[in-house]
């Protein structure tokens, strides 16, 4: 799924969850079209409520893969098509906002290169408690997640640090400074997170 996208629905999570309802075609629609599997239609369905289902769907959606979010919208039209339009809308007036780096102050050159483990301690003393996202966003598990946390439990910068260095040496040279820098715009946050971190 395009950052664009995941940011989309993480800003509009809870509008989203108050608007429309998982029990009606949408679950059943994006499992025909193989979005989600059985396994993740059940782990919705077994929430307690509706609004819960959808914010399940909600975290699920992001990890499917490209179709995701264009099958969410079809799926949408179905039932709730001014929600569809609102979310269109919105993503018309979020695309340069989201997917520009001018504002982030890093040259193309920097954009391309791989960042070095000292340039990621840097940006991990900078990231708050949104660095998870920004991990699973990178395309950390949530066990890799966890095991970050757990082999470091005194030291939340050593847990992003590890977290980084994984993604990184799991990714090797397609682990570029652009990948993260989507993925910290997908975090919402600010790029004065990146002040002095790629001197």
């Known amino acids: 799924m395009e950052p664009q996208h995941k ?19 949408i679950v059943q629609y994006l499992y025909q079209e193989e979005i989600l599997t059985l396994d993740h239609v059940e ?19 992001p990890g499917r893969g490209p179709k995701a979010f264009g099958k969410f919208l079809e799926a949408l039209e179905m039932e ?3 929600v569809q339009e609102k979310l269109l ?6 695309a340069v906002q989201i997917t520009g780096t001018d504002h982030w102050a890093v040259s193309e050159s920097v954009l ?15 990231l708050g408690p949104e660095w998870e996202s920004v991990l699973l966003d990178l395309g950390l598990s949530a066990e890799d997640v966890y095991r970050c946390r757990a082999n470091h439990p005194l030291a939340v910068q050593s847990q992003v640090l590890a977290g980084l260095v994984l993604w990184k040496q799991r990714i090797g040279r397609r682990a570029t400074v652009q990948s993260l820098v989507q993925s910290l715009q997908a975090a ?6 990146l ?5």
Do not use: C
């Open 43 to 61: 782990e919705i369905q077994a929430q307690s409520s509706s609004k819960k289902r959808t914010l399940m769907l909600l975290d699920i959606l």
């Open 89 to 94: 809308q919105r993503l018309d007036n979020n």
């Open 112 to 126: 391309q290169s791989v960042p070095s483990e000292r340039q990621l301690n840097r940006l991990a003393g900078r």
């Open 195 to 199: 002040d002095q971190v790629f001197l």
């Open 188 to 193: 919402e946050l600010h790029p004065s997170v």
């Open 7 to 25: 940011y989309i629905l993480r800003k509009h999570r809870l509008d989203l969850s108050s608007n429309i309802s998982t029990d009606d075609t």
């Open 80 to 82: 709730y098509p001014w």
